[in-house]
């Protein structure tokens, strides 16, 4: 047998012998846990949990189109081309937040809302959890922006977005991840 198969995958390797807060906003918490490694060595293990779940939108219209948002991404220091998408508080329901944001970034409500997925966006550092909807049936109307946001939105086929990604355009884990179900929901 190998080492693989005598694996337990419903039991922890990990060990935390301890744990402090290194940083805390309105948004994050960062904490350092000391840990001992699966080879049952010391370390430290340092996670980013997020007070929100990231919500991502993908609203197609009856011809195919789709709408991205470019924003310049500070974290990133460039320019980020994405599906509409936002924070949720984890008190209020994933969909109205997800209504919340197509509405702010685009103007566009929808009639029509699927949930395609869930997203763990970078877990070996986090513990943040997205989810992505397909928002259809969609009606026009006016951004609402927040201060934060200077955003760039634009119409595009949905075949369009899917070669960005492909092309490397598009490199946000979310949009990526989204646009993808999305081409193989609709076989494109």
Known sequence: MSKEEKIDIHRNPWK???SRV????????V???QVLNPA???GIYGVVSFKNFAIGIIPVDQ??????????RYSLNEWSWEIPMGGGLKDIDMLESAKRELKEETGYTAA???NIMTIHTSNSVTDE???VYLAEDLTPGEKEPEETEQLMVKKLPLKEAIDWVMEGKITDSISVGGLLKVARLKNI
Do not use: A, H, S
């Open 63 to 72: 011809e195919g189109n789709t709408w991205l948002v470019g924003q310049y």
């Open 40 to 42: 049952g060595k010391p």
């Open 129 to 131: 959890l997205g989810v």
């Open 22 to 29: 290194v940083y805390d906003n309105p948004w994050i918490n």
């Open 31 to 33: 904490r350092e846990d």
């Open 112 to 114: 029509r809302w699927t």
């Open 16 to 18: 935390t012998t301890g």
